[in-house]
């Protein structure tokens, strides 16, 4: 009732539509001589279906029928007096207006003129800022994995970046945890994660052979979606018709047909099988159709390790750098661990990457009022050793990952009349994500950091090798990865229900839209214990020597924990956490979090024909997001001490948010009403939901029922050494996980909280754009896209330690003294030992981004035998952090002064390029290529240990006196950085006037180009049938595209995966396929 008495109220303005899976045909009807003809009677026929939309033109000549269903179109315009017009072959595609104008001929009654409509190649009534894909393009370009994720470079705006647990896709400059996806109208975002559902990993989401098209809103979207502050994008997957038609695939690629990666290793016994098979036809002509599609793909390979590093054991086991150069004799890890743990580390890791996915459809159109769809879509992924692909990390340093995802969908369209009409929808989904690691013996997490010297490597990174953002040289990895095991089912009800009432050149829709979120989370994060030296030397003698085997921050080294006068200890471990129940929980107590969510919308929106050539769209959305209650009171947890104090910047709680109301607007003008030229301006308010798993840690550790217990080889002389490797803080392992008593309360464990202050993100949008028909089917478009993001999530150190004075290059030295609220602290608790390590988190929304990018597209529409689209963005993106959900690692230098942070956001690619290309050329032969190009990606320059005395050493970053001079305080005398690439220094111990080389201020070696190509021949037999052999080069330069993780250095990164470093190198494919 309220939808409806708004909707009364609003009729005399009213308010339309976007379409989610639809689109729309309108135009204006005249006679002869022009005028316009009132109270013709339109009809609209799918010509596939036969479903109808019916219409009559206003008194200004103008009609418009939406919701209509992608597909083929013929419009048929009648009146008395006049002869009836039939207009054919309109194509209707994803979110598209299509302008059909009709101008009758005056004819005795019965007389009919049938003739092919021309469409227009621009869309001069779109207001929204998108980009995408259709039919032709999705089915016949080359795709590695067959994923149309893969094709979302191909449009203007969209980056691909590594995130936190693999590819993230970028839209706009917004983090990939801002994207919506929506498939069939329903959202397919794992709420949990904030990535698209199925995950990162996986070969595809939706496979390809199940989609029709798919669309990449990024600037304008109306109120219709919310949920996001990113951009949307809709795919729409395929329907039956009257005609029954199917194909069926097999697709393969071979070793032998692979060339070697960029650091001239191969694949070894690299396999992928892709199969598939669909059908579609009708059940009841006209009336029921089907569609069904089955996708597998078998991908497997085997990769080397490489784990020789150059140390030189003296006796007495004090392990001392020796470059090869200087006689060095190389010391084997694998071996090591071979022969003190039985851990084979060495040899060939297999991977496997395999995918089976199907999907069913069912559409009815009862009568031409009434459509009722019904669709499920099931995938299941398997990635064997799928968690990181490092040459330098071991065996057991990986895990099996596992996807298991289900999305029902029933929608229904009903239109009382050709004026009002309402759609609901909706979706019960299920994504299951377990992980765990699978390969013995069961060590703890080990991450091991680089060489001291550049000599072992020189200027080119070897297998493996990360030269670039901090000292030269490997990362080494070994143990259970800190993540392992673990399980989230994330479950999703999403109710959605838009009624749309058309009034003269207005056309209504109100809706809302209802999810609720269910989340079922298992985690122990670091139950095995986690590890972190700063030193391939250091984790030999730490584990040779014993616990108190502490380096100093002159140099020298010490077994008894200590340094000497006037020195501080600096190694060789400088973190080691440890999961661990609070109170009397037990492990799978403070293990298991379980929750829910709720979220609301309602939106209202307008598309007003103002006068023809002039479209304007406005509207309002608002949306409430609801959060869990505490696992317990915050009083009765380890922080209730601290809730009375007014410096303590949490109360214990998550906070939901209810005011996110967000106007948006849209323009487009064709100024001289002749369908060939749109000027496009848009802007709006975009609030976005936060990943489900920062609710989950921020609510189980928050002392309430789990905590992070911390030790470092800083802290021995206090009787808070690290465990003797590999043992756990209360004695030797005993799995599955590190032992604990409930008599034994950790030493001031770590939490995370979610500020007092929070809130949800936002982004301001605008875009400005011009497009123009230059020539029969050509078109030239340029634009400026804007972004504006406040309020984005940012983990803050609130409990470090006080400044102490500034150290010899510049920056502010901390100490490694308590935090206000450690035992020992200011604030402190009365009790020794209960209160919250230093390392405590703080999710605020104290982080911003600032996007600027101007596009320049060619567009050549499909005809004689050609299609082409290509696009050159320059684009500027700035932010101060640029984390996607991390919240175990701080992403800044210093813990009180985030200027510095200003600057490239780690998505930042100043050019890109792409161009997509289809020729159908004679004998039945198409050839069809992929370019894309883009510059480098920013990283800092890190020192790779705590050069600040904060107890964090994962954003500590070189100073420098501006005069070529680097330093990272007398603990990097002596090292080497490289800055860009191939600019090495050498760093100083101190400096004159040093400031910070600031965040991101150098450029990676990733530069992205790849060019691919399909080649086919069609052969057809009885009219119907058609065999097609192909095949595909993927990356024909064998460009080494290197994928570096998101963190500028291994050694304390706390990412979900890391990818190989050198991109795919060039493969061929061969296949075939049968339709009909």
């Not at 002509?285 to 140390?311: I, M, R």
């Not at 730490?542 to 080294?557: A, L």
Request: with cysteine; glycine share 10%.
């Amino acid at each position: 009732m309220f939808l409806l008495s708004l909707l009364l109220l609003v009729t005399g303005s009213a308010w339309a539509q976007a379409q989610a899976t639809t689109g729309v045909i309108e135009g204006t009807v005249t006679d002869p001589s022009g005028a316009v003809v009132p109270g013709a009677q339109i009809t609209v026929t799918h010509v596939g279906t036969g479903f109808e939309r019916r219409a009559t033109t206003d008194e200004n000549g103008f009609y418009r029928a939406v919701l209509l269903p992608l597909g083929t179109y013929r419009v048929t315009a009648e009146h008395s007096g006049f002869a009836r017009l039939v207009l054919e072959e309109i194509e209707v595609t994803l979110g598209r207006t299509v302008r059909v104008d009709a101008q009758l001929k005056i004819a005795p009654a019965g007389e009919q003129v049938v003739v092919t409509a021309e469409e227009p190649l621009v869309a001069v009534a779109q207001t929204e800022t998108s980009d995408g894909l259709g039919d032709r393009a999705v089915h016949e370009l080359p795709t590695g994995n067959r994923n149309y994720l893969d094709y979302l470079t191909l449009t203007p705006n969209v980056h691909i970046s590594m995130g936190t647990d693999g590819p993230q896709i970028n839209v706009n400059g917004q983090k990939g945890v801002q994207t919506s996806f929506n498939v069939d109208g329903a959202g397919a975002n794992n709420t949990f994660f904030g990535e698209q559902r199925g995950g990162q990993r996986p070969v595809a989401n939706v496979v390809l052979e199940a989609v029709k098209e798919f669309q990449v809103v990024s600037e304008g979207a109306p109120p219709e979606f919310g949920g996001y502050s990113g951009a949307f994008i809709n795919v729409v997957t395929k329907s039956g018709t009257n005609d029954l038609h199917g194909s069926v695939f097999y697709l393969q690629e071979a070793g032998a047909l692979t060339w070697s990666l960029a650091d001239n290793t191969r694949w070894r016994d690299y396999h992928r099988e892709m199969t598939g098979a669909s059908i579609g036809g009708p059940i009841v002509k006209d009336k029921l159709f089907f569609f069904g599609t089955y996708e597998q793909v078998y991908n497997n390979l085997n990769k080397a390790t490489d784990l020789t590093h150059c140390c030189t054991t003296f006796p007495g086991g004090v392990a001392t750098f020796t470059s090869p150069t200087a006689g060095g004799v190389p010391v084997n890890l694998a071996d090591f661990f071979m022969a003190r743990f039985g851990s084979l580390e060495s040899g060939p890791i297999f991977h496997s990457n395999d995918l089976q996915a199907f999907l069913v459809k069912g559409d009815w159109h009862p009568n031409p009022d009434h459509t009722v769809t019904l669709r499920h879509y099931f995938a299941r992924s398997i990635q064997d050793n799928g968690t990181f692909d490092v040459t330098t990390f071991g065996r057991t340093a990986n895990g099996e990952e596992f996807s298991r995802s289900n999305a029902f969908i029933a929608s229904w369209t009903w239109a009382y009349s050709p004026t009002r009409l309402n759609e609901f929808r909706f979706q019960y989904a299920r994504d299951w994500r377990p992980r765990e690691h699978v390969q013995p013996p069961d060590l703890p997490d080990t991450s091991i950091g680089p060489c001291t010297a550049l000599s072992e490597f020189g200027s080119t990174p070897t297998t493996g090798c990360i030269s670039q953002g901090g000292m030269s040289g490997r990362n080494y990895r070994f143990g259970r990865p800190f993540f392992h095991p673990s399980s989230v089912l994330d479950e999703q009800f999403q109710w959605n229900d838009n009624f749309t009432i058309i009034h003269g050149r207005h056309a209504v829709k109100v809706g809302f839209s209802i999810y609720h979120i269910r989340i079922k989370n298992f985690f122990q994060g670091f139950a095995r214990g986690r590890y972190t030296f700063s030193s391939v030397e250091g984790f030999l003698n730490f584990v040779n020597i014993g616990p108190n085997f502490v380096e100093c921050s002159d140099g020298s080294t010490n077994a008894a924990a200590t340094c000497p006068l006037g020195t501080f200890i600096t190694g060789p471990v400088s973190l080691y956490l440890q999961f661990t129940p609070i109170g009397t929980n037990t492990f799978d107590q403070a293990s298991n979090n379980n929750f829910n969510q709720d979220e609301q919308g309602l939106f209202i929106q307008d598309t007003w024909q103002a006068r023809p050539g002039l479209t304007l769209t406005y509207g309002l959305r608002w949306d409430n997001f609801n959060q869990r209650k505490p696992i317990m009171p915050p009083d009765q947890t380890l922080i209730g001490q601290f809730l009375a104090d007014p410096l303590f910047p949490s109360d214990g709680k998550v906070p939901g948010y209810h005011k996110a109301f967000q106007p948006r607007f849209g323009l487009a003008w064709d100024p001289w009403n002749d369908g060939k030229t749109v000027f496009r301006l848009n802007g709006g308010v975009f609030f976005s939901r936060i990943p489900a798993l920062m609710v989950a840690n921020g609510t189980a550790n928050n002392g309430s029922i789990a905590g992070t217990v911390f030790r470092a080889s800083f802290l021995a002389p206090f009787g808070l050494a690290p465990p003797a490797y590999p043992d756990c803080i209360l004695g030797p392992f005993t799995p599955p996980n590190c032992p604990t008593n409930p008599a034994v309360q950790p030493f001031d464990p770590g939490v995370v909280l979610f500020s007092e202050d929070f809130v949800y993100p936002r982004t301001y949008q605008g875009s400005f754009w011009v497009e123009r028909e230059i020539a029969r089917d050509w078109a030239i478009s340029a634009g400026f896209n804007y972004a504006h993001a406040t309020h984005l999530n940012r983990l803050a150190a609130f409990n470090h330690p006080p400044a102490v004075g500034v150290a010899a290059d510049g920056r502010t030295f901390y100490g490694f003294g308590a935090g206000p609220f450690s035992s020992g602290g200011t604030n402190g608790p009365a009790i020794f030992g209960q209160g919250i390590a230093q390392f405590s988190g703080l999710i605020t929304s104290q982080a911003s981004s600032l996007y600027r990018a101007f596009t320049l597209k060619l567009d050549k529409r499909f005809s004689r035998g050609f299609l082409m689209t290509a696009h050159y963005t320059y684009s500027r993106d700035e932010d101060d952090d640029s984390n996607e959900r991390d919240q175990f690692s701080f992403q800044y230098s210093d813990p009180v002064n985030f200027g510095p942070e200003r600057g490239p956001s780690s998505r930042d690619q100043r050019h890109r390029f792409s161009l997509y290309a289809l020729w159908n050329l004679p004998y039945g032969i198409t050839w069809t290529n992929t370019f894309v190009a883009a510059s480098a990606r920013p990283r800092s320059a890190l020192c790779n240990f705590d050069a600040n005395g904060d107890l964090d050493a994962n954003g500590d970053r070189v100073f420098t006196d501006g005069a070529g001079n680097y330093s990272c305080g007398f603990g990097g005398a002596g090292r080497v950085v490289e800055l860009d690439p191939g600019q090495f220094v050498t760093l100083v111990p101190t400096l004159t006037g040093g400031f910070d080389t600031g965040r991101n201020s150098f450029r990676r070696d990733d530069e992205q180009f790849d060019w691919s190509m399909r080649l086919q021949k069609t052969w057809t037999f009885r009219e119907r049938y058609n065999l097609i052999p192909m095949l595909e080069f993927f990356n024909i330069t064998n460009h080494d595209n290197f994928r570096f993780p998101a963190c500028d250095e291994l050694q304390s990164c706390f990412l979900g995966t890391f990818l190989q470093i050198p991109g795919d190198p060039t493969r061929v494919r061969l296949g075939m396929r049968f339709e009909w």
